[in-house]
T-cell receptor, first 113, second 112 residues
Framework: DGGITQSPKYLFRKEGQNVTLSCEQN?????MYWYRQDPGQGLRLIYY???????QKGDIAEGYSVSREKKESFPLTVTSAQKNPTAFYLC????????????FGPGTRLTVL | QKEVEQNSGPLSVPEGAIASLNCTYS??????FFWYRQYSGKSPELIMF????GDKEDGRFTAQLNKASQYVSLLIRDSQPSDSATYLC????????????FGAGTRLAVHP
């Protein structure tokens, strides 16, 4: 089955620790995205990548980093510099910029203790 | 700052009724519009997209677009309790690389 996978589903982190969230897709999509969702709010774009080895900051990139070494993979690192990292993190992909929408993985719920 | 506005709800409708969800956007150059359904604790699921003014129907769903008024709506006919979810409106930013701007969502509750 084609799709987007994210792991882990739940993640707990102590303050001051960096954590990496995994996102993998086998849809052969060129573009991948990371969003953050807080309760009662819409999705906010963290980073996006249109092609391998290239990515751009979204609206709330501070405290986050990404890499795109393979077309299938777009991991997100939440660093200790992120002031309020507790949130629901969503990875998405789309075929290209002429897409008919972005498709989401199941998400990772990060809680900072 | 480009924005997408939705009434947060909850919008409560009886089973079998038509649910009408509305969305306005500020980016006048936007050309592509999307509706996502999100169940509590789950990720968004794409249910409709529309590019042209007018109506687009898919099963019980109808998306309506009026670019002059910068207004998008989603109608759900014969609403079912399983339609109870948050509906997110998303607008593709003009001049961007498939960047979507999301509204905060409208929570729909369909009661038997």
């Amino acid at each position: 089955d084609g799709g987007i996978t994210q792991s882990p589903k739940y993640l707990f982190r102590k303050e001051g620790q960096n954590v990496t969230l995994s996102c993998e897709q086998n849809l052969n999509h060129d573009a991948m995205y990371w969003y953050r969702q807080d309760p009662g709010q819409g999705l906010r774009l963290i980073y996006y990548s249109q092609i391998v080895n290239d990515f751009q900051k979204g609206d709330i990139a501070e405290g986050y980093s990404v890499s795109r070494e393979k077309k299938e993979s777009f991991p997100l690192t939440v660093t200790s510099a992120q002031k309020n990292p507790t949130a629901f993190y969503l990875c998405a992909s789309s075929r290209d910029y002429q897409t008919r929408g972005q498709f989401f993985g199941p998400g990772t719920r990060l809680t900072v203790l | 700052q480009k924005e997408v506005e939705q009434n947060s709800g909850p919008l409560s409708v009886p089973e079998g009724a038509i649910a009408s969800l509305n969305c306005t956007y500020s980016d006048r150059g936007s050309q592509s519009f999307f509706w996502y359904r999100q169940y509590s604790g789950k990720s968004p699921e794409l249910i409709m997209f529309i590019y042209s003014n007018g109506d687009k129907e898919d099963g019980r769903f109808t998306a309506q677009l009026n670019k002059a008024s910068q207004y998008v709506s989603l109608l759900i006919r014969d609403s079912q309790p399983s339609d109870s979810a948050t509906y997110l409106c998303a607008v593709m930013e003009s001049g961007g690389y498939n960047k979507l701007i999301f509204g905060a969502g409208t929570r729909l509750a369909v009661h038997p």
